[in-house]
RNA sequence: GGUGAGGUGGCUGAGUGGUCGAAAGCAGCGCUUUGCUAAAGCGCCGUACCUCAAAAGGGUACCGAGGGUUCGAAUCCCUCCCUCACCGCCA
């Protein structure tokens, strides 16, 4: 949410950079500013009147404590009371109005992402490592998870539909182990601190986080819409905090969380859907950072360096691509998202987004600390993926196909695998 | 799911229709005095919004949330949420 006194102040500004987003929704913006004058105004009224009522009423409690009567000032005050119920219903109205329009107006976009309408526009930071050589017919995931009985598709659709996965056997074993090669490495020598969050969340999460009001309908909802199914552990980990006042000496906080993704998808059919690619649940490890505002583009480097090491130390190559301010997420003012090579889609797949907020999400949900001063100020949040399972799944075993129909898997995650490669033969 | 108790400022905790944004204590901040890590005294010490060019000042709202009664609500009524205890059911 962006703060409407920068809105009023400096309008012109926010319309820039709302149009360099390109959605359309620095048309929004004198609609508001029209509520917004117009609130004002009658709320000023309104108090004027409170103000008044309530001096007319201390003096009716003065009077009638010395035993007189009082009709007159009761008149009175009866007919400001009767004022004030039109003007309090069209000040609600216009309050209630203003913030849902606040709602569903995207986050600025930092003043040195790069200008452009789509990922066209987008440019590569860096790469690391090199592209697997492989030898022989390179298989795509989808047939070396069959051949190796990884997952099963087919069964998983049978119980819940397309979209769906069911590892089974060295799969679900090593989807296991990847979770726990991740979440360690963060826990431990990132220094995040591990959760385990609900998965259902209220709706009010999932507004703080930025999820609705704007896109409900690619969420699962359940219980007449009071509950969601979170579709990244972003909502319920940085949800923690909400309407609380931190200690300056707390920031950053910094949270590592495994959970399962629900997404519904809507809109996506046909696109990249092949395969475990893009489902609607999926398993992900989620790290998420409240920061002050001046830390906070600082963490977001070492966010983005924290998730890229997951791939580095698998030996995976990827690249980190910084968004365009047209290909922005909704409450995003600056993202890294971190691509990894798919040997079997012959192409890049995204297993990161790397987001800071600034203090987009924490104003929605009231998420302040106490500054040096004493003074009570947002917070900035943060969050990248480190990183979602799927794809990284299937990046791998591509990566990691032999001629002899195995696959070789990196060294570190033999701790947590048990084996270094899987063959088949189980 | 049932029954009962309860939700007041950073914390503890008074307050059952008017002068209560709220006693008192603790914590915190400032000053004074004495002074070996400490004590005593005095003062300050919530948040949001509106108004104001800004500061000062003024105003409004907030005692879990929303609605109602009333000239006036922390206080009375209704609905909901949450916490605790016990019972039931259950992985």
Known sequence: MLDIRLIREQSDFVKSRLTARGGGDETKIDELLQIDAERRKNETALQQLSAERNKLSKEIGAKRSRGEVADDLEARVRKIGDEMIDLTSRTNELEGKQKDLLLRIP???HGNAPLGKDAGANSVVRSWGEKPKLNGKVLDHVALGTKLKLFDLERAAKLSGSGFICFTGAGAKLERALINFMLDLHAREHGYLEVSPPFLVRRDCMIGTTQLPKFEEDMYGLENGELFLAPTAEVPVTNLYREEILAVVDLPKKFVAYTPCFRREAGSAGRETRGIIRVHQFDKIELVKIATPEDSYDEHEKLTADAERILQLLGLHYRVIELCTGDLGFGSAKTYDIEVWSPGQNDYLE??????????????MNLRYKDADGKNRFCHTLNGSGVALPRLFAALIESG????????LPEILLPYFGEAKIDGHR
């Open 107 to 109: 986050n600025l976009p």
């Open 351 to 364: 297993v990161s987004s790397c987001s800071n907020f600034e203090d987009f999400q924490a104003r929605r």
């Open 401 to 408: 196909q032999q001629e002899d129909g195995s696959i070789r």
